[in-house]
């Protein structure tokens, strides 16, 4: 049962992550591809850990919170390049 | 008992699965990109949230090593949920709506994208006087 819902899940995330995709390629401002990305970065986060769950180890707490990390650093990176043109002043 | 933690779990990942796709698609669904900024902030995050959950249960109850790894990567996420939001609102602000369209903000400062920073009144922003 455990192994259907994990299954389930994974199948749920990543087709989330091709939603992502299209918006990312259809996205008529910047905003919508920023959002996309981070929405990806969120799915990503929870694909990692279902795999941990699948796998039954623990070794993918650490690649998870790390692409949480970068995924926020580069989102709030990559609105400032758009909003002033620069990221750091 | 096994049987009962099992189901607890899968209920767990099944809701995540769910969260998860109706964020993603409401993504591709909604019209104006502020509509847009409503599903994956709220739905997916709360989708990782019962990942994270989930996670936790099963590494505590059936595997019986309880960790606290995956709470961090919850509080992380939703810490930074909004703050990437209200990024990600003001550069859609600054690139597509003009100032006129705006409403009123109801102070004698202006919406911060478009206005100086009120801690820099050298800035040639708004002066009280």
Redesign the interface.
Known sequence: ??T???L??????A???L??L??IARG?????R???L??MV??V??LL??Y??YE?T?VY??A??LV??VG?VS??AY??F??RGDIIE | MEFLIEALIAFFLVIAGVFGLVGSFGLVKLEDTMQRLHAPTKATTVGVGGVLIASMLYFALIKESLSFHELLITIFLFLTAPVSAHFIAKTYIQSRVREKELPETQSPYGWAVYDDSPSHPEDDGPQDD
């Open positions: 049962m455990l259907f819902a994990t389930f899940a994974v199948f749920c995330f087709f989330g992550l939603f992502n299209w918006r008529p401002s910047n905003a919508d920023i959002l996309a981070d929405t969120i799915n986060i929870a850990v279902l941990g769950i039954s623990a707490y650490e998870s919170m949480a990390m926020f989102t709030v609105c400032r758009v909003l």
